[in-house]
């Protein structure tokens, strides 16, 4: 008989989607008791090799008010290319294939070595591309370069100035944009539209050498810098005048607008930071003390360029390269919201960079991109079951319904979401809230049922549906609390809830948010654990609750909740990788994994745990966005000796390159490239480390007696330990 984890797997395996509770209880009161709420992460282009696609793109009727599929019951001519609907009688053309777009908007003001390295990055990006797919290159420095790209053996570029903003409408007068016909115009946001007549986006096969030669030839921005000044740089305008380019040129098509900063935005509509050396960017503490001048008129012009694009199914990449901030935190909506990538490197020269950008255009199998574009998602519930919002890179359509609840979690009061920018690890936090009433029972064996219908643009230029039906079974709390209780997921339940944490964080204070997160854990413990009143030590946790408080604890100590020694642009690319991932990635993010060396055995993985660093071994930690190697005290000192070289020694030269070879292994797989660190004990980036494991040895313990193994921490943080206890002694308390 199958077991519930092994249950939970082949349903995520299955249909990319992982519960917080299997079983569910049967009425909104003792759905509220539960404390975690009913909700579900599911990564709609969950990879599967047995999911052969229909081979045509799903057609809608393009009447706003019906959208009926085309099916048997309609009458189709096949010479004019024409069907008709059979609900609203509308006649309806078949839209032809659309070219996937790529506009590349380049910052000029940088080091030469730098834009060097960008541009042959970017040079090396054309040939991943297919001939068909139509590219547009801005340049932007002090003004904006719009290029032209038709022109042949000659440079032309339209110039704009970097501190006025343009609507899409004159822009659209001043580039000369031909309009979509009005067929075109009324066409429904799920059909393409057919490319109107564009100098400046073109197919790469046309004009692939032009390209190169313009990237090539690229200098960097002319504008002299005075000493103790910042270049003046008009990103906000430039980000502006992609997306309108897009807007007038590709309405409600797949589209990717991939933005290479090497520094902060400092004139103009959008600038973060003064031209002034001297006056540094905002860091938390000017946010908190509201003493960041520029922030809030910058985050509510990149909000504004966020859902323009999203509204359009465009999607906006940002790829940030320089030691000091560049605005990641306002302008964090402009990936959110669409979908896109955000990626932070020290320099365009690293390999960092060079192999993320590389790894955007990975393909499947069948040599399509593992990237889609323009999705929706719609959810569709059984009566008892509405659905509170969802959590990720989306945004909400406004799509009312009956199965919509009041109570709104996260982007919430819709049951369809636009998704701009899809990939096979893009995972949403689904929320629902059981609305069936504690004195209407549910008929023995009965179950409910959630409908999730993704549509998106593939690569190939396909529109493509993907439906995920799911059904769980209802149990009343009273009778079966046993059954709800082994039906808890306590992985897919600790992202769900951080997820929220994460969401909350953005809005209010950190201390409240921590608060929040406590009373919930308190809460869960007094509803499933086992205990006399008053009495800790009589605390017990089943299995399937037991590793959760320990989630919970990693979690309050991450940098998503967490931002001393983090800038706020960190801070922003941290939640944002941790709103998109799939549960795998999320729980290392959390909980990272560390695995030890030694010659006392094959590699093992340890608890995070500061009793893990011994002088013995070799440590290699994966925290999703480091892979981080350490040696222990006499391991570093045996290195040093140079023992590794030696052929009586060889045993020790393997020890050594046994974790740099597994670290390359997820230095290869992992979106985005992970930082390498490599460290030993007293070394400066051993912080890393101490800062991640759980501090059971501390300078407070560190002599007590049976504490002799283990590194000793220099925190006053509290340990895993100290935490469970405080926790138990909560749980049991009658007082609470």
């Known amino acids: 008989m199958t077991t519930f984890p092994e249950f939970i797997q082949q349903n995520e395996d299955r249909d990319g989607v992982r519960f917080s509770w299997n079983v569910w209880p049967s009425s909104r009161l003792e759905a509220t008791r539960m404390v975690v709420p009913v909700a579900s992460l599911f990564t709609p282009l969950k990879e599967r090799p047995d999911l052969p696609p229909i081979q045509y793109e799903p057609l809608l009727c393009s009447r706003a008010t019906c959208r009926a599929v085309l099916n048997p019951l309609c009458q189709v001519d096949y010479r004019a290319k024409l069907w008709a609907c059979n609900f609203c009688y509308q006649r309806n053309q078949r839209g032809p294939q659309m070219p996937l777009n790529f506009l590349y908007v380049v910052d000029t003001c940088m080091e030469d070595e730098d834009l060097q ?33 038709g022109c042949e053996g000659i440079s032309k570029s339209y110039v704009f100035r970097g501190t006025k903003d343009l609507s899409a409408k004159q822009l659209q007068e001043m580039l000369g ?155 964090k909506c402009c990936t959110n919201y669409t979908g896109g990538y955000m990626v932070m490197a020290d320099s365009f020269n690293t390999s960092l960079f060079k192999q993320t950008f590389q790894r955007v255009f990975t393909k499947d199998v069948q040599g399509a991109f593992k990237m889609a574009f323009a999705g929706t998602l719609e959810i569709k519930t059984s009566r008892e079951i509405k659905i509170s919002g969802a959590i990720g890179p989306c ?88 059954n709800i209780a082994a039906s808890f997921d306590q992985e897919a339940s600790a992202i769900l809830m951080a997820r929220l944490a994460v969401y909350r964080a953005e809005s209010e204070e950190g201390p409240d948010v921590l608060r929040w997160l406590d009373r919930q854990l308190i809460r869960l ?38 931002v001393f020694n983090n800038s706020p642009d960190e801070s922003s690319y941290y939640r944002h990788h941790f709103m998109r991932q799939d549960l795998t990635q999320s729980l290392i993010m959390i909980q990272p994994i560390l695995y030890a060396y030694s010659f006392n055995g094959p590699p093992e993985p340890v608890l995070l745990d500061s009793s893990s660093i011994l002088p013995d071994r070799i440590l290699l930690m994966d925290t999703f966005f480091q892979i981080l190697i350490y040696h222990g005290e006499t391991v570093a000192q045996w290195r040093k000796a140079g023992y590794q070289d030696m052929p009586e020694y060889e045993n020790f030269r393997h020890l050594l390159q046994a974790p740099v070879d597994d670290a390359q292994e997820i230095l290869h ?62 749980a049991v308390s009658s007082a609470a």
């Open 395 to 482: 945004i909400s359509l406004n799509a009312k319904g009956p199965c919509v609840s009041e109570n709104e979690i996260g982007t919430g009061g819709t049951c369809q979401w636009k998704i701009c920018g899809l990939d096979p690890n893009t995972t949403l936090a689904i929320y629902f809230e059981v609305v069936n009433q504690h004195n209407a029972p549910i008929p023995q064996g009965g179950r409910g049922a959630i409908q999730y219908v993704t549509q998106y643009q593939h690569s190939s230029g396909q529109r493509r549906i993907r439906v995920t039906t799911i059904a769980r079974n209802w149990a009343d709390a009273q009778t079966q609390i046993q």
């Open 525 to 562: 413990c007094q509803k499933f654990g086992d205990y006399h009143k008053d009495d800790p030590n009589s605390f017990r946790f089943s299995e399937t609750f037991s590793l959760y408080p320990q989630f919970m604890f990693h979690l309050r100590r991450s940098p998503f909740l967490q």
């Open 117 to 149: 390295a960008l541009k042959e990055s970017l040079q090396m990006s054309l040939s991943l591309l297919p001939p068909t797919a139509l590219v547009g290159l801005i340049t932007f420095g002090r003004m904006i370069q719009v290029h032209e790209l």
């Open 669 to 730: 797989s992992r979106f985005p490239m992970p930082r390498y660190i490599d460290t030993e004990h007293g070394g400066s980036q051993a912080r890393f480390l101490l800062s991640k494991v759980n501090p059971s040895q501390t300078h407070n313990n560190m002599y007590a007696w049976g504490q002799e193994s283990g590194a000793p921490i220099l925190t006053d943080d509290v340990s895993l330990q100290v935490f469970m206890d405080h926790l138990k002694k909560l």
């Open 177 to 331: 944009l031909s309009k979509p016909t009005a067929a075109q115009a009324n066409r429904g946001p799920q059909q393409p539209q057919v490319p109107p007549s564009n100098r400046f986006l073109q197919p790469v096969q046309k004009i692939d050498m032009n390209l190169t030669d313009l990237l090539g030839e690229l200098q960097r921005d002319p504008w002299p810098v005075t000493q103790g000044k910042r270049p003046l740089r008009s990103l906000g305008v430039a980000l502006s005048i992609a997306v309108g380019l897009l807007e007038c040129t590709f309405p409600n098509t797949g589209a990717r607008i991939m933005t290479f900063i090497g520094g902060p935005a400092t004139q103009g509509p959008g600038m973060v930071v003064g031209d002034e050396l001297k006056t540094p960017i905002r860091s938390w503490h000017d946010i908190e003390k509201d003493n960041a001048k520029f922030m809030k008129k910058a985050t509510k012009h990149y909000e504004a360029l966020a859902n323009r694009a999203a509204a359009n199914g465009h999607i906006i990449d940002i790829y940030a390269c320089a030691l000091d901030q560049t605005g990641l935190a306002e302008m």
